[in-house]
């Protein structure tokens, strides 16, 4: 298996719900990450995880929470988001942190915040 | 403060005419840089790393440390290539990516 698997392809959620996104992948990569992304804009980091823990935050607002449960799978909760929220999620794996073999991207979760 | 630049939003070309996508970067240490594409409708995925030195796909990148640049090349351009292409530094532990360019090639 030499994919990213993200559930669901596509959220529509309103401002005062949680949800949460999912990712998995089975390649045996220790390091994954989510992205984001807005339309005809490039992805921009949000969290690391490196070994199952958080290594990387670039200051994302608390209605963003990680969460890797075990080295195959990284979850990203949402409560409480704004309209601006709305873009592609992303998530990729990569062998490690370290060094950069290059990144595994999944398809993408399309959050739309009503 | 590392950067990647990509100067081009869009690249129009025909079909057999070589192709050139800049990226230049700053960064002060030695480089880790890749090429990713995006074709439509598809998901993200690497293209070339500078590490590797390999063709894929007929794209070659040579890293330019003097110049700080990164260029992507292809010298006869396929409509299939047509796609988003983006630049990107890994550095500390993340993936930084250009403002991308899109390539068009018509027929």
């Known amino acids: 298996d030499t994919e990213v698997t993200q559930t669901p392809k596509h959220l529509v959620m309103g401002m005062t719900n949680k949800k949460s996104l999912k990712c998995e992948q089975h390649?045996?990569?220790?390091?994954m990450y989510w992205y984001k992304q807005k339309a005809k804009k490039p992805p921009e980091l949000m969290f690391v995880?490196?070994?199952?823990?958080?290594?990387i935050n670039e200051s994302v607002p608390s209605r963003f929470s990680p969460e890797c449960p075990n080295s195959s799978l990284l979850n990203l909760h949402l409560h409480a988001l704004q309209p601006e929220d709305s873009a592609l999620y992303l998530c990729?794996?990569?062998?490690?942190?370290?060094?950069?073999?290059?990144?595994?991207f999944g398809s993408g979760t399309r959050l739309t915040v009503v | 403060a590392q950067r990647v630049t990509q100067p081009e939003k869009l690249l129009s070309v025909f079909k057999g005419a070589p192709v050139e996508l800049k990226c230049n970067y700053s960064?002060?240490?030695?480089?880790?840089l890749f090429w990713y594409v995006q074709y439509s409708r598809q998901r993200l995925q690497l293209l070339l790393r500078?590490?590797s030195r390999e063709s894929i796909k007929g794209f070659t990148a040579d890293l330019n440390k003097g110049e700080t640049s990164f260029h992507l090349k292809k010298p006869f351009a396929q409509e299939e290539d047509s796609a988003m292409y983006y630049c990107?530094?890994?550095?500390?532990?993340?993936?930084?990516f250009g403002q991308g360019t899109t390539l068009q090639v018509k027929p």
């Open positions: 990729a794996s990569s062998p490690g942190q370290e060094r950069n073999y290059g990144y595994t």
């Open positions: 390649m045996g990569h220790r390091a």
């Open positions: 500078h590490i």
């Open positions: 990107a530094l890994h550095n500390t532990g993340k993936l930084i």
């Open positions: 960064y002060s240490g030695s480089p880790e």
């Open positions: 995880y490196s070994y199952e823990k958080l290594s």
